[in-house]
């Protein structure tokens, strides 16, 4: 029997080698699956909005103003919690990873805090501090906080000792190990972390605006579930993925280009 | 220059579980000698070159630099480590110039030494490479310059090339016997592997293992002006065999009593 032989013309065995190629694919069959389902109509259009419809909200949400308001007040949050999180896990996570002793005494605690769902802290957080911004910012800073701070300590820990030693026989003080040596040795891995737990900051904002919140992207999805607006949970869901995938990228091309050594 | 330890003891451990890992070391090492420390695994000699550099304190007897006892790290007291050697985010060159920037040289000097040492090591042209794009023979000639940047009186060499193919390692011998040749470098090496120690040092101390401790001490008188011809010279090999019977035989033996 002949062997069977199929002729890919050179151009397309480039384009399919590209890097991007497959995952952009990917993500296009999904949205054309989609289209001819949405379009056939065997299944409701309440439950399953056309693409065309979805952009249709987006139009109407950007033009009004939503879409950017609750945008912003998402990230915010994100920015505060995450960021009060990573200021306070970068001294720590250090300090547990360098003193064997701290490092006893705290890395039990924060090892147990972790397992505790972030979500399951919100009932306390609204007694506390009701409905405002703080219990949100709060509780980014809960769910990531412990996290940041053990990833830290553990890129910490697997800074070689010789580099340390070294850095002693050349002169250098406890001061120079801190700044000098360990803080440029453990830069790419708390970029990795950050990326990593910002994923659940975004989950987490979400989680808090659908529960009690005046403006967010979460938010928005709870308010068009009460209207029935399918169109506008669609369009939330894709701009919190975007937005996700962007801060991904933003931190993998941060990573690229500060952190060219461990690349 | 003077290095000297006497009957320096290290135990790990406390009470019962206490392990004597060097017993009573004592040796002089004079400005611009090359000194070997030869012993197999258990021997104890990486913690008796973390004592020199004072990286860990003895547990009874004293290591002293000029008279000056030895209390902890120091810059006078340069150390290459076998692996892990360089800073992985730093180039060569910047390698070179770290220990010169913690002393807070002149960003002159620093520049001028850094060429210097490069140059001295052979590395001119690879200043601006990072570590990971540098070969594993060049990596350890880094940081050799390196340590000899800091100036550091006693350069301490604990396994440099250990983690080298023998044909590289075999060349790293050469350079540094080079360099010691031409910069009358005092020098204190580790090694478990014979050849390099009686290639390059002029006084060999063998260590016992469990507890680590002298056992013998060579002065050499090896005509040492072409060191591939002294490889195959008759009277190298006979030492060299003689030194691998007293190792294999010291790893055999259980330690003495106390």
Known sequence: MAPFNVQVPRRLRRLIRHPWFLGVAGIAVLLVLWSVVAGLGVVDRLFLPTPAAVLAAGREEAASGDLWRDIGASVLRVLGGFGLSALVALPLGIAMGANATLCRLLEPLLALLRYMPAPAFIPLLIIYFGLGELPKVLLIFIGTLFFNTLMIMDAVKFVPRELLETTLTLGGRRRDLLLRVITPFIAPQVLDAFRINMAAAWNLVIVAELVAADNGLGKRISLAQRFLRTDQIFLGLIVIGLIGLLIDLSFRLLMRRSCAWAN | ?258
């Not at chain 2, 003891?9 to 400005?31: M, N, P, Y």
């Not at chain 2, 490889?231 to 106390?258: E, I, K, V, W, Y």
């Open chain 2, 1 to 258: 220059m003077e290095l000297v330890l006497d009957s320096v003891c290290k135990r790990f451990g406390e009470g019962r579980a206490a392990q004597l890992v060097l017993d009573r070391i004592s040796f002089t090492l004079h400005t611009g000698q090359f000194l070997a420390l030869l012993g197999s695994s258990g021997s104890g000699k990486s913690t008796l070159m973390r004592l020199v550099a004072g990286l860990e304190a003895p547990s009874s007897g004293s290591l002293s630099l000029d008279g000056v006892p030895i209390r902890g790290p120091g810059s006078d007291r340069g150390m290459v480590f076998q692996k892990y050697s360089l800073y992985p985010w730093l180039t060569a060159a910047q390698n070179v110039a770290f220990g010169m920037e913690l002393k807070g040289l002149e960003r002159g000097v620093i520049r001028e030494r850094t060429a210097f040492y490069l140059d001295v090591v052979g590395l001119a042209d690879a200043a601006r490479r990072l570590p990971r794009e540098l070969s594993g023979g060049m990596q350890q000639r880094v940081a050799i310059a390196r340590a000899l940047a800091a100036e550091p009186r006693l350069l301490l060499l604990d396994e440099p090339f250990g983690a080298l193919d023998l044909q590289i390692r075999e060349a790293m011998q050469e350079f540094l016997h080079g360099l010691w040749q031409r910069t009358g470098l005092s020098v204190l090496l580790i090694t478990h592997d014979i050849d390099e120690a009686l290639l390059l040092a002029q006084q060999v101390h063998v260590l016992a293992p469990r507890p680590g401790r002298i056992v013998e001490s060579l002065t050499l008188d090896l005509d040492k002006g072409d060191l591939r011809q002294l490889r195959l010279s008759a009277p190298f090999q006979n030492l060299r065999h003689r030194l691998a019977d007293t190792l294999r035989q010291l790893d055999r033996d259980p330690a003495p009593g106390p």
